[in-house]
């Protein structure tokens, strides 16, 4: 993506990258492919087609640079759910449970679409930084935190639809869904295959949440 | 543990670990703590207390080792689980989904007992290695599905005491619910808390299977 922007003649029409964002935009394809310590700098101005000089420029450091990441892969995530249609997790067709299902179906298609052997960045970080580096880490959690919100703020409406009973602890849901895809999202990327991924829907949404309400 | 009994005078009634033994539980110790990338052969020999030179008298290559460490973990995880007294998901006090509830109440606490930080090794090297060893993702594949199955099989006693649907995918919900619990140990290892295991737990079972019979 990065590089096809550099390479494209600029008609004034197409607003360019800044250096910043190519540096971003690239360190997220190469975290998410080959970790963060297994990612130099050099590798990520190499693929970003910036001098590397310009990286300390724009960041004080390769960890400064990966807090950018994760909120960065969060927007990704978020984008590509929004162009599937499936954005509004809130509002739109169907039942709070069928969007709520809807969104993560989006959500496994971006998975798939990256690769699915590159599995989550989030949960990538997660298990690889959580001990080194706390300014990471705490990007994750946030990372992590706002999305478990979002899903437990359409599980009230689930609850207020009559779909979910009233006395379900919805945080807790929320953020137990959100694990639940992370450890399928584990076990896709350890054997290749989206199907761990799609077992996550079939058994929260055939089976566990259906008739609770 | 290691490095104890290598400093324990050998009456010749406790039998002394091999070094391979020792190398292995070395190597639980300081890939759970640091990954497989981060840990060199040198590291572990240390930590085993054993001369270098030995290691490749054992072990064909790190690689090699990284598999017996998967097996080891299992095996390690399911002793402490049958110390803890909740070993037989199978059978012993209260109905099916009580042992199972129990099993990984203690899984959790074997967890917690390496320290939260360091998560579950399975899912650790999930992450890791996926993309880089295939014989170390087999090893972790075949751990986590021998695992699934355990549990699965629980859940047939559980439809057969009628706590759980006779329609219940028990395949699909034993993965499930491994997954679930590797997702939970991720954040809880990001958080630096126990608290997302605990929340498993109750979601799991006082929730989402409570009355699913």
Partial sequence: MTGHLTQTW??????????????????????????????????????????????????????????????????????????????????????????????????????VSCGVRKGCLLGNFATELAPHSTEIANAVTEALDNWSAAVSRALVQAQEAGELAKGADVVALGRYLVDGYEGAATRAKLIGDRAPMDEFIRTTFDFLLSQRG
Wanted: no cysteine; hydrophobic share 40%.
């Fill in 10 to 111: 600029d008609s004034g029409l197409v607003p360019r990258a800044s250096v910043r964002d190519q540096l971003i935009a690239s360190a997220v394809d190469v975290f998410h492919a080959r970790g963060f310590n297994g990612s130099s700098v050099q590798d990520i101005v190499e693929a970003a087609g910036v001098p590397k000089g310009s990286f300390y420029n724009h960041f004080a450091s390769k960890e400064a640079l990966g807090i950018e990441v994760v909120k960065a892969y969060s927007r990704l995530v978020g984008a590509y759910v929004a162009e599937a249609g499936a954005s509004d997790i809130f509002s739109g067709d169907g039942t709070p449970l069928e969007r709520i299902r809807r969104y993560f179906e989006a959500v496994i298609e971006q998975n």
